[in-house]
């Protein structure tokens, strides 16, 4: 169904209610209207790496699990997978009767905010630090999440528009200050490509103000740029909860009517939250009109219509239960866990020998934890495999796993100091006895993630340091000094300052299967492959307060100093040659040959540095990326396209100007920096590219 015979079904059904109906439909829990045959319906539902909160379903890798891969086409089949699963649930549920919270098909995914500092807790939940790279990941999920059918599949939803990424403790006040440069080079991109080349369904506001407006209620955001500007023609919803903090934080309203007024005037057509229960106070207190509440009722509706809510059904009707949770769907979500993680360091102890090695001890907190897999807005799955599981599994029949705990996640305090002791005895005796220590550490959504979710810990879901916790810092030592070797696994949404050990894999929080894709690739089953989405700097001394939205000395395109692991950056148990790179007419192409030993997928990453226009960014930005697959000794010529906007620049003004003459590309496995070739042994390939 095309979006104007829906949108006009949905003016035919909505001028047959009443106002006070209308106002009610504005509301994320949606009442029944049995007298025109409308069901009740409930709009919030979750898929950021699965179906979420709402029973049994496949636990992808978090979001920032499957921005390392680096990998479109993977993104897309994922949320392709996940919209099935959700409609499986859905016509199950719905023959039921149980339309309630996250039994929908509007799924508020993707999170296309920049993750702009490593301590946002919810910096998990994005596809990395990067506009081009989060543009295109966050393009190839809303269409696997909406289909290609008659009708939507499921409805995706764009958030949080705009300019968020923390602090968390005071996102209901916080006003977002962001220069206009800042704004459409870094914060904009991604909402516009998943409107212009997606088409998403809905865009989510945010809780906080951007320049002093609140996101939910913002005319520049909502009326100007989204619906002005770029055309947007689907539904608005508001963060949850949101709109009282109009007048409770931001005090930017008095009162609940007059909230929900701002918000309703400035497009926001779906309430979560309870501030549109004011809408007929609003309205007889001559703040809103019924024609504003009847044409935000009739884009509802219209997304009713096209999911097949409404009307003649969908295609997607015929889906079966048994579409969820299968063995397929888990064996994906074990495919996509191996090319996720990221081996920052080896000193050559990876992959192991399994037929050499005795012992192998499982230390730390994360070891057989289930919440180290699933990072946050997760589903429930019924096949989780934790990291001792997994490598138990390999070594049986082939060497005794030894298991201690070590520590807790988070020592605080009041943590029983004896029974603290007790567990480092404990672990340094597993690694006294085994041949090799596999230190399973980080932390897990209750230290980092959303405001309100957490223990509270780092700062209401952020960080405060990219530092281990103590007690994991202190079982590290204990057991790095034992003096053998130790291979460091990090379950974790983000950034942290780890160095120690003689290997280093970052395991992000890496979904149901990840103790099974952490065991093949630690014994050499599977070959990592996957690219940091982000800066890991060594300390947040070395970045700017974390209040300031400036991009200055922020992520690798305008960061100055030396870091830990550049953003881009993943080592391989094989070895990729870079040959005969040229650009011709738009495409950038490229030799590249597996000279290693194995075979293995490699990340293609093409950067560009303007040398001319003065409003460049400071370093260099990537501009295109390719994952393949070569046998080892294999090669072959890939091209690239580079999109048109790689050669502009975002003056001060926020507009997007053609001013440079002369470019560089950089092809190659990594960004062109003196870290990344320091670590890799490589630099990419460069061609000079000058336009008359």
């Given amino acids: 169904m095309d979006r104007e015979t829906a949108r006009k079904m949905a003016r035919d059904l909505v001028a047959q209610m009443t106002l006070d109906e209308k106002a009610a439909q504005l509301r994320y829990q949606a009442p029944a209207i049995p007298r025109l045959g409308i069901p009740a319906y409930n709009w919030w539902n979750e898929a950021l790496h699965g179906v979420a909160r709402a029973g049994t379903a496949t636990v992808f890798p978090q979001a920032i699990g499957i921005a390392a891969t680096f990998d479109e086409t993977l993104a ?135 320049n002093g407006e609140p996101a939910c209620g913002s005319k520049t955001l909502l009326v100007d740029i989204l619906r002005g500007m770029w055309g947007f023609e689907g539904h608005v919803v508001s963060d949850c909860w949101a709109i009282k903090d109009f007048h409770e934080h931001h005090h930017v309203t008095d009162t609940a009517p ?4 701002l918000a309703l005037e400035n497009g926001c057509d779906l309430n979560c939250g309870d501030v549109y229960l004011q809408l007929l106070a609003a309205y007889q207190e001559g703040r809103v009109t019924e024609a504003q509440i009847t044409t935000a009722c009739e884009r509802l509706m219209t997304t009713r219509f096209l999911l097949g809510l409404l009307g003649e059904g969908s295609e997607y009707d015929t889906i079966a239960y048994d579409a969820n949770d299968t063995d397929a769907h888990d064996a994906f979500a074990q495919s996509v866990a191996e090319k996720s993680m990221v081996l920052l360091k080896n000193d050559g102890v990876l992959p192991l020998a399994l037929g050499e090695l005795k012992n192998v001890g499982v230390i730390g907190p994360n070891s057989d934890s289930i919440a180290a897999l699933e990072g946050n807005y997760n589903g429930t799955s019924s096949r989780y495999v934790t990291f001792l599981e997994g490598i138990r599994a390999a070594c049986k029949g082939k060497a005794r796993v030894f298991y201690s705990q070590g520590c807790h996640l988070y020592q605080d305090r009041t943590s029983n100091l004896a029974m603290a002791a007790d567990r480092l005895a404990e672990a340094v005796a597993v690694a006294e006895r085994c041949d090799v220590s596999i230190l399973c550490l980080g932390l897990d959504a209750t230290l980092e993630g959303e405001e309100g979710d957490t223990g509270n810990e780092y700062s209401s879901g952020d960080k405060n340091s990219l530092e281990l ?224």
């Fill in 76 to 210: 897309e089949t994922i949320a392709d997978t996940v919209s099935t699963e959700a409609r499986a649930k859905y016509n199950m549920q719905s023959a039921h009767e149980d339309r309630d919270i996250y039994k929908g098909l509007t799924m508020w995914t993707p999170n296309v905010n920049i993750f702009r500092d490593p301590r946002w807790g919810r910096g998990q939940e994005t596809y990395g630090e990067d506009p081009y790279l989060t543009a295109r990941l966050g393009v190839a999920f809303v269409k696997g999440l909406q289909g290609k059918g008659k009708t939507l599949k499921t409805a995706a939803c764009a958030k949080h528009f705009a300019v968020h990424s923390g602090p968390e403790a005071v996102r209901h006040s916080f006003d977002a200050v962001v220069n206009p440069k800042d704004l459409w080079e870094t914060y904009l991109p991604a909402f516009e490509a998943l409107v212009h080349e997606a088409d998403v369904e809905s865009v989510m506001g945010a809780y906080n103000r951007v």
């Fill in 469 to 692: 916790p103590p007690s994991q810092q202190k079982l590290l030592d204990a057991v790095l000094a034992v003096g053998k070797p130790v291979i460091v696994v990090l379950a974790v949404g983000s950034a942290l300052a780890v160095e120690q050990g003689n290997a280093i894999l970052q395991a992000w929080y890496p979904g149901q299967a990840g103790g099974t894709a952490l065991a093949r690739i630690l014994f050499g089953e599977a070959n990592p492959s996957a690219r940091l989405p982000v800066t890991f700097y060594r300390s947040t001394l070395d970045l700017p307060d974390f209040e300031d939205y400036a991009m200055d000395k922020r992520t690798y395109r305008y960061f100055d100093g030396e870091v830990l692991y550049p953003f881009g950056y993943g080592l391989s148990y094989t070895q990729f040659i870079y040959r005969d790179a040229r650009y011709a007419n738009g495409e950038m192409t490229v030799t590249v040959e597996n000279t290693g030993a194995l075979d293995g997928d490699e990340v293609v990453q093409v950067y560009i540095k303007d040398h001319d226009a003065p409003f460049a960014v400071r370093n260099h930005s990537l501009c295109a990326v390719k994952r393949i697959h070569l046998a080892k000794g294999e090669r072959t010529q890939i091209t690239l396209p580079i999109r048109k906007e790689a050669f502009t620049a975002v003056d001060t003004e926020g507009k997007r100007v053609t001013q440079g003459r002369r470019f560089t590309l950089y092809a190659g496995g990594s960004q062109p920096d003196r870290r990344s070739a320091a670590l890799l042994g490589q630099a990419p390939l460069s061609v000079d590219v000058t336009f008359a």
């Fill in 258 to 261: 007059e909230s929900a007024a």
